[in-house]
């Protein structure tokens, strides 16, 4: 008789640990994140709402007006991260997605942890040591300079280094990985049986990628234009070293105005404008690839 | 049912894997080759002779090596807690089904999904409003915020290709979920957790956007580099550039030659 009066409580105790245990689990890893991710932009929210100047300190006034100086003065530069970082993208993902497939069908087990070491390697040079060296490549008196003026690609005072192109081919290189990685990882969940079947049903080698293969491979491709798009547009390393101030982003802005102006406000609302402009446009991707639980299943 | 044309399929899709590769290691290449050039004066730019000098004392120059140092310790320690803490995220997302839980699925991926220099300059604010002072304390504070994510997602692809029914079977043997954790699902996503692990190394080495406003007075590898490119960068940067691939494909090739003579271990000992 005791037993069994206490047999509910056990029960539900035992359930509520079973309930514990998942956020023990993710407790400290997700306090990580909203301390020194969440907070911060916060903050950056309250700072971008601040007037001042730095020698005075800056005090909070709803201060709006910042975010329409912000985009006035700077609709350029927004215009072109966009632009590059865009183009970047879809390079990376016409050099990603054949060595993703490669590596994800074709390439037996070793060769597969193979490519994938070499695509992390290059991360251990050091991205600025990387993209200094192709500042080295390309430049003026180079040998790549000189044989592109051969063939005619290039005027006799044509230059690389310090163009657009310079900048967007710096952006392909530095997020390339960014782009692999997930379209590896969406690939290789791929059942290949499903493919199989497809041509057993004889539909060609094109009609069975485009329609059982590139279907599947929506989530890596979304992640991995998410992963490289993104970040690119608020990078200013490679427009700092291989393009000029004609060539400027906003990251350089974002950083100038910070690190060196001190201009607190005005970084913080061109942080939240160019967020703003991100969630845009991804929910726009979204919808254009078109499935609605593209993100949950991105990652 | 191999045809020609699926052959060449397989060529053409090798060949340009190849080329991808090639394009993400020609800069390496090219500062791995100017370690040993014999260059005049400060500037490394131009090809004028093979030597060894620069290979003798890469350390020579204290800053460097200070700058060396700290990266390879900064990465060292955020690796070891962005690990911990993402693959117990992971397990959470994956083996249980709780309230929250694809809402914290997607709060993990935004640190991915923001522009580094956002990340960088909104905890930089956050340091300077609490009046904490930057540095190298600071910078493991950035780098364990924006590796945990890929920890996360890496080690949650592992657990989703392995089969639940092991763990299941522990259990119903009388383990307790601990144990079973401890003792079948760690070692299975072992690979995966490495594989995060070397990701979260190296993007913690590379950083250079996020590390540049959290700290302070202290110098990282790549910090270093950015500082010197207005006066040429040193050969010695170079030297210890490549000195750490060598030394990190030198890890993985004994890696690989362990795990090897414990599976030929395992196989001889199975009657």
Known sequence: ?299 | MRTRADQIRGWLLGAWTGLALLYLFIPVFVIAAFSFNDNQGRFNFTWQGFTLKHWQDPFADPDLALAMKNSLLIAGISTLIAVVLGTFMALALVRYSFRGRSTTDLFVFLPLATPEVVLGASLLALFLTMAVTTGFATIVVAHVMFTISYVVVTVKARLEGMDRHIEEAAMDLGASEWTAIRKITLPMIAPGVLAAALLAAAISVDDYVITSFNAGQTTTFPLFIFGATRQGVPPAVNVLATGLVLVILLLLALNVVVQRRLAARDRAAMP
């Open chain 1, 1 to 299: 008789m005791r037993r069994w009066r206490r047999s509910p409580g056990r029960e539900l105790s035992l359930r509520r640990r079973r309930q514990l245990v998942p956020w023990l689990l993710i407790g400290p890893g997700l306090l990580w994140l909203v301390v020194f991710f969440a907070v911060p932009l916060a903050n950056q929210l309250y700072v971008s709402l601040q007037t001042g100047d730095p020698e005075t300190g800056y005090q909070f006034t709803w201060a709006f007006g910042t975010y329409v100086d912000a985009i006035k003065d700077y609709h350029e530069q927004f215009l072109r991260s966009i632009g590059y970082a865009a183009t970047a993208t879809v390079l990376c993902l016409i050099i990603g997605f054949p060595l993703a497939y490669y590596a994800a069908f074709k390439a037996k087990p070793f060769m597969r942890n193979l490519i994938l070491l070499l695509v992390i390697l290059p991360f251990f040079v050091s991205s600025v040591l990387r993209t200094v060296s192709w500042q080295l490549i390309l430049f003026d008196d180079g040998w790549i300079v000189a044989r592109f003026r051969d063939v005619g690609l290039l005027g006799d005072d044509g230059r690389l280094l310090a163009t657009r192109t310079a900048v967007i081919a710096g952006i392909t290189y530095n997020f390339l990985p960014f782009m692999i990685l997930p379209l590896f990882v969406s690939l290789e969940r791929i059942d290949r049986r499903l493919v199989e079947a497809a041509t057993d049903l004889y539909a060609s080698r094109a009609q069975a990628f485009r329609h059982v293969t590139l279907p599947l491979a929506l989530p890596g491709i979304f992640a991995g234009s998410l992963l490289t798009f993104i970040p690119a547009c608020g990078d200013f390393i490679n427009a700092a070293l291989l393009g000029t101030p004609k060539q400027s982003m906003i990251g350089n802005v974002i950083q100038s105005k910070f690190l060196f102006v001190q201009d607190y406000p005005t970084a913080a609302a061109l942080s939240f404008i160019l967020m703003t402009f991100i969630l845009i446009g991804v929910a726009l991707y979204g919808r254009l690839l078109g499935t609605k639980t593209l993100m949950e299943s991105a990652v």
